[in-house]
């Protein structure tokens, strides 16, 4: 007979949740911040700019997203080997993400560049815009080798419960790229501050010279956490080779390969998405494209938490302390449902307030409010998925994300939006219905899977 296990919520690891999660939520609060600086200050260039930036977003999700899967590898195994004292094997994993780092810029430099001008193409960009949107994407990808580094390299520090360092790197970037923004997008022109009226310096570029500066502020990041895991007292990589490592990466493969696979397939799926939307019209992209924005920073609280799952359930696995895990389930999911209900909320009551910074087109305001609260009901649902899936990557488990995944991006999301939209000529609203469906597909799966202890290595060897 199976000893039932304790529903008792553990407050007593609040304390370690939070302190993981808050500086990776600091992180992405910030950068969700410059993103709406960014969409905010291209937008004031007009409707048809906002549509050539936001027409590449989702392919600059695809080729992130397989970048970042590879960390998550990385990420599994480290906090894995640390959980278990393992000191010396964490540092050899740090060096074979050196090499990762290396190969993956190179190749994903050579093909965003060579692509780049086929990208709006096939994203179905209005012909008039499709050459900006080529030289915006074009720009951008220019530091691949950069934004490998940062990714990859933020990830191993969080695998060692190092959330601050990504987090500060994270915060000097995004004060680079509106620095630079605000000088590269606008005219020279006259400011009134206090009375006193001063001329500022502007090079004018638009469109491009918002693009220039994500670009050099990339390539910062990168440098800066490149220096920052080289300089750690944990797992940096000095000293060990960065040949390829058998022991090392056949492990940290076997986890990244389905979630890289996972994460090609959604972000395709994504851009499949993205295309049937930029074939109903401007208003439809540019509403679509602020509301992706501004919805991004309503999931901080998720992917926080999702961070601190990965990394608090490797170190349990690593330690084999079955009790550790299964409270750490519990209690990161109690908190994780309170905080997305607040922000669900909160996006749901400020939905038109929030699209109207970000553009002065009624039609785009109203739309993109419309489909925001739609989606702001099914938020507290989707954070628990979100959950689920960050203890799953920190133990290993990435196969069954991917085919939830996979079930929910194409067998709903993706059929119900073509149905919808290219069949029956339906607009947005029914499009963003279909994402929700997917949401909501995503909570069931994921909440079954939890319940059934399937998800728990420990439990299986028992």
Excluded at 70 to 90: N, P
Excluded at 180 to 207: E, H
Aim: hydrophobic share 55%; net charge positive.
């Amino acid at each position: 007979m199976t000893k039932k296990r304790s529903t008792k919520i553990e407050w007593g690891m609040i304390g370690a949740i939070f302190l993981l999660a808050w500086p990776t939520m600091l992180e992405e609060l910030m950068h969700t911040a410059v993103q709406y600086i960014d969409t905010a200050m291209v937008g004031s260039l007009g409707t048809q700019a906002t549509a050539a930036v936001g027409s590449t977003t989702t392919v600059n999700w695809l080729v992130n997203s397989s970048v970042s899967a590879l960390g998550v590898g990385f990420l599994s195994f480290i906090a894995r080997s640390l959980g278990a004292g393992k000191k010396k094997l964490a540092r050899r994993a740090s060096a074979q993400a050196v090499l990762a780092v290396l190969v993956v810029g190179v190749v994903f430099t050579a093909l965003t560049l060579l692509l780049s001008s086929f990208v709006p193409v096939w994203m179905q960009v209005d012909k008039d815009i499709q050459s900006l949107a080529a030289r915006y994407f074009f720009i951008l990808y220019s530091p691949m080798l950069f934004r490998a580094a940062s990714i990859i390299f933020g990830t191993v520090l969080r695998a060692a419960g190092d959330t601050k360092k990504p987090m500060l790197v994270g915060a000097l970037v995004n004060i680079i790229n509106v620095i630079l923004n605000l000088l590269l997008i606008y005219p020279i022109r006259q400011i009134s501050v206090f009375n006193y009226t001063f001329t500022v310096w502007g090079a004018d570029l638009g469109v491009e010279g918002a693009a220039i500066a994500s670009a050099v502020a990339f390539a910062i990041g990168g440098i800066l956490m490149t220096i920052a895991l080289f300089r750690h007292n944990e797992i940096s990589p000095k000293g060990y080779s960065v040949k390829p490592d058998k022991e090392i990466l056949k492990p940290c493969l076997r986890v990244a390969l389905p979630n890289m696979l996972q994460r090609f397939a959604t972000s395709f799926g994504y851009v499949a998405f993205a295309s049937m939307i930029n074939s109903l019209g401007d208003i439809s992209t540019a509403a679509h494209t602020i509301a992706n924005t501004v919805e991004s920073a309503f999931y901080i609280p998720g992917y926080g938490m999702q961070t601190a799952a990965a990394t608090m359930a490797g170190n349990a696995l690593g330690a084999k302390d079955n009790k550790r895990l299964y409270s750490l389930a519990r209690m990161i999911m109690f908190i994780e449902v309170v905080l997305m209900i607040i922000s669900g909320g909160l996006l749901f009551a400020f939905a038109p307030s929030m699209m109207s910074i970000f553009s002065k087109d009624n039609q785009v305001i109203v739309l993109g409010a419309i489909v925001l609260r739609m989606v702001a009901v099914s938020e507290p649902l989707y954070g628990v998925s979100i959950v689920i899936e960050g203890m799953l990557q920190g133990l290993g488990k990435t196969l069954t994300p991917f085919v939830f995944n996979i079930i929910g991006m194409w067998g709903v999301r993706i059929v119900g939006t073509f149905v919808c939209t290219q069949i029956f000529d339906e607009g947005l609203v029914s499009a963003w219905g279909c994402m929700i469906l997917h949401n909501l597909l995503l909570f069931t799966m994921f909440l079954v899977h939890w319940r059934r202890g399937k998800w728990n290595p420990l439990a299986e060897e028992k």
